[in-house]
């Protein structure tokens, strides 16, 4: 297992700072260690506990070949998710969220082979067969895909898991996940509900440091995953890899009780 930051560095991080008890989300209350000034202060032993948890599962689904798209596209949350993705190979998706990204996957992947086929004009130089006008469009319009697609240039399916890097900003994505069933790890300031992460790992999510160490240490476990992976392939590389489903935690049945 990748280290686990020590409670005085979370602590350093502000990870235990929440937000006003007047914005807070009851179902929160189970990781609320008291008020200070008005603030909620997140308990961060429950913090280290849930976020051991969650890296075991984390490390055992990269070892099973999972595909974990990293989502963060506030502003102080965006190069922080990119760099930890970046870091551990997976996908990630940091400016704004593209609505049918899983609930319309299909058209997901035609919009990516065409920015695939854009991005070999331009290499192969094709692209200068072009007129100047249309040259012109032609970067433009790659420049716009850049931006909201890089992330993605090597997702070839749909992925497996969300790593979201603030529950309240990426409401969109937690409902398409909710609809096709994609689990959720997700990091839970006070003023979200938890029952619609799959893994809880409860903590600040606006100050910078509090969601690098996070991110980084979930990247850490990813990438020890990926080496168990190959570890197995070299030990038995005749054998077809066993299917392995992202376990189901209690969390979707509490959400469903939830909303009964």
């Known amino acids: 297992m990748p280290n686990l930051p020590t409670l ?8 235990h700072f ?3 008890k007047s914005r807070w989300h009851p179902k929160m209350e189970q990781y609320i260690f008291g008020t200070r000034g008005g603030i909620h202060i997140i308990d961060l032993e429950k913090t280290l506990t849930e976020l051991q948890n969650t ?25 922080l998710v990119k760099a930890a993705a970046i870091a551990c190979g997976m996908p990630f998706l940091t400016e704004r969220w593209i609505g049918g990204l899983l609930t319309n996957f299909e058209e997901m992947k035609r919009r990516l082979k065409k920015y695939h086929g854009m991005k070999e004009q331009v290499q192969s130089g094709e692209v200068e067969k072009y007129t100047k006008k249309e040259q012109s469009k032609f970067k433009k319009d790659l420049e716009k895909m850049d931006r909201y697609l890089i992330g993605l240039t090597n997702l070839e399916k749909m992925p497996d898991i969300l790593y979201i890097a603030d529950m309240r900003t990426e409401k969109t994505a ?10 959720i790890i997700g990091v839970c300031d006070t003023n979200v ?9 409860p903590a600040n999510d606006d100050a910078v440091n509090s969601i690098k160490i996070i ?9 020890e995953g990926k080496k168990d992976l190959e570890k197995k392939k070299a030990e038995m590389p005749k054998v077809e890899e066993k299917k392995i489903d992202a376990p189901k935690v209690e969390r979707r049945a509490l959400r469903k009780e939830g909303s009964d």
């Open 8 to 15: 005085l560095e979370l602590l350093k991080a502000g990870a």
């Open 18 to 20: 929440g937000h006003q």
């Open 55 to 79: 890296l075991t599962q984390v490390r055992n689904l990269a070892a099973a070949g999972k595909v974990i798209l990293f989502v963060g596209t506030k502003r102080q949350a965006r190069e």
């Open 174 to 183: 937690i409902a398409e996940a909710l609809r096709k069933e994609v689990p």
């Open 193 to 201: 509900d938890p029952t619609e992460a799959d893994y809880v790992i």
């Open 215 to 223: 991110a980084d240490v979930v990247a850490e476990a990813i990438n």
